[in-house]
């Protein structure tokens, strides 16, 4: 039963996220897990000012996600920093190339899931969730979620990402604070919630 990880990131905390749902994932008896990054659109220059690209050099050794790899898979889990409570556009080109995927029925009744990081606590971690799904939902995939007990949002100890639609971090307006340990662990849990509910319908 494979299970594909696939992110964006540009400053490493989605990366940080989709490391700890690829070690729940790895968790499940039978599950192959594997991480997988979509191809960068910024320019390279815009990358060095920025500081991207010195970041981007802790996951460079991750590879490219192709469209193959969502056929090859049982369970997508999907990972992208919002832009204006939507995927970013690496992301979003990535998915547009799935139309030949779409045509013939390629991804029907795989199990999909999405995780996210804003910069701003109230900055489209639950949209860009739910806007996504909208594509999974077209493909025809089974969406999972984090159930409520597992959302962790009850906490008063901290600020923290997570949601009934996936896990989520908050990163700071300067980018400064990396998921923290709850947001790890909402993170695991929908790595191996996913692959757990993917093996389910593997032997059916």
């Known amino acids: 039963m494979k299970v594909k990880v696939i992110f964006y990131s540009m400053y490493g905390h989605t990366y940080r996220l989709a490391e700890a749902v690829a ?3 790895r968790e499940v008896t039978g599950a192959e897990v594997e991480l997988l990054q979509v191809a960068e659109l910024v320019p390279e220059a815009i990358l060095e000012k920025s500081g991207a690209k010195q970041a981007r050099a802790a996951f460079a050794h991750i590879p490219v996600a192709k ?5 090859d898979a049982d369970a997508l889990i999907f990972g992208t920093p919002a832009r204006f409570g939507n995927m970013c556009s690496q992301m979003r080109n990535f998915l547009d190339q799935t139309g030949g995927l779409w045509a013939r029925g390629a991804l029907i ?3 999909g899931s999405v995780f996210t990081s804003t910069s701003t606590q109230h900055g489209g971690q639950e949209t860009t969730i739910t806007s996504f799904h909208t594509t999974l939902l077209h493909h025809g995939m089974v969406i999972v979620g984090v159930p409520g007990s597992e959302a962790r949002q009850a ?5 923290s990402g997570g949601s009934p639609y996936g896990a989520s971090t908050i990163t700071g307006p300067d980018g400064n604070r990396m998921p923290s340990e709850n ?3 909402i993170a695991r849990f929908q790595g191996r919630h ?3 509910i993917a093996a389910k319908l593997a032997r059916t």
């Open 67 to 71: 469209l193959a790899d969502l056929a």
């Open 109 to 111: 009744g795989k199990t």
């Open 155 to 159: 906490t008063m100890d901290e600020i």
């Open 183 to 185: 947001e790890l662990a």
């Open 23 to 25: 070690e729940g994932a």
């Open 194 to 196: 996913v692959a757990t």
